[in-house]
């Protein structure tokens, strides 16, 4: 890939969290539970894009630190939005960031720099979170095949703010684990990171999805003749 098109998608990708964010203080009507926990989300994502931005353009600095908090903070944040769809009870949220954080802490002093990459605690993060992706959808169309009531999909920010996350954390698995392997070949690399980059911003717009959609509640869920 032509390195100026991968910078043009990557710094796009940077910038899209402002797609959300724009769409979360826009709105005028109020948030059911799921969508202000996830407005939670991108506000604090958009914050820490801009500061990881400006150390780089303007102090020609690392944003790498960043990133280790960062991930801590957007793991917690995203069990919240889970806990708010009932996939995740409150005290087993509590427990597993307690454990991500302190697996996070020990990765950062112990296995990487807090210059490098957290490969550990980014993987783990995108298993977890992939599976919670997968509980939730499974306890949707479990439901659905019990003729139970819900919200149709269409018209639940969770489902636009799973399907982000299944589209976003299994791919990004890949690059997390290979990261470093793909700095060493610069063709490959500009091409995967423009891929992850271009997931990224997916992620953002169906995110903002979850927090434009108007849920609509207790809908009879029936099946096909």
Not at 104 to 132: C, D, I, K, Q, T
Request: charge should be positive; avoid cysteine; proline fraction near 4%.
């Amino acid at each position: 890939m032509d390195t100026a098109v991968a910078y043009a998608i990557m710094r796009i990708s940077v910038f899209s969290s402002l797609l959300p964010f724009g769409v979360a203080v826009s709105q005028g009507r109020k948030f059911d539970a799921t969508q202000r926990a996830l407005r939670t989300l991108v506000v604090m994502a958009l914050l820490i894009e801009l500061s990881a931005f400006a150390l780089n353009r303007f102090l020609q600095l690392t944003n790498l630190p960043l990133l280790h908090v960062y991930t801590v903070v957007e793991f917690a944040l995203m069990l919240f939005v889970f806990q708010r769809l009932g996939v995740i009870g409150r005290r087993a949220g509590v427990v597993l960031v307690a454990l991500f954080t302190l697996l996070a802490g020990f990765a950062a002093v112990y296995w990487h720099s807090v210059y490098e990459m957290n490969v550990v605690p980014r993987s783990v993060e995108s298993v977890v979170v992939s599976v919670l992706a997968l509980r939730y959808f499974f306890q949707r169309f479990y439901a659905a095949d019990l003729h139970l009531q819900a919200p149709s999909l269409g018209r639940s920010p969770g489902f636009w703010f799973a399907t982000g996350l299944l589209l976003y954390f299994p791919a990004s698995l890949f690059v997390f684990l290979y990261g470093a392997w793909f700095i060493e070949m610069a063709p490959l690399s500009w091409a995967i990171y423009a891929g992850h980059a271009l997931l990224n911003i997916t992620k953002n717009i169906l995110f903002s999805i979850a927090l434009w959609v108007k849920p609509q509640t207790q809908v009879l869920m029936t099946s096909s003749p």
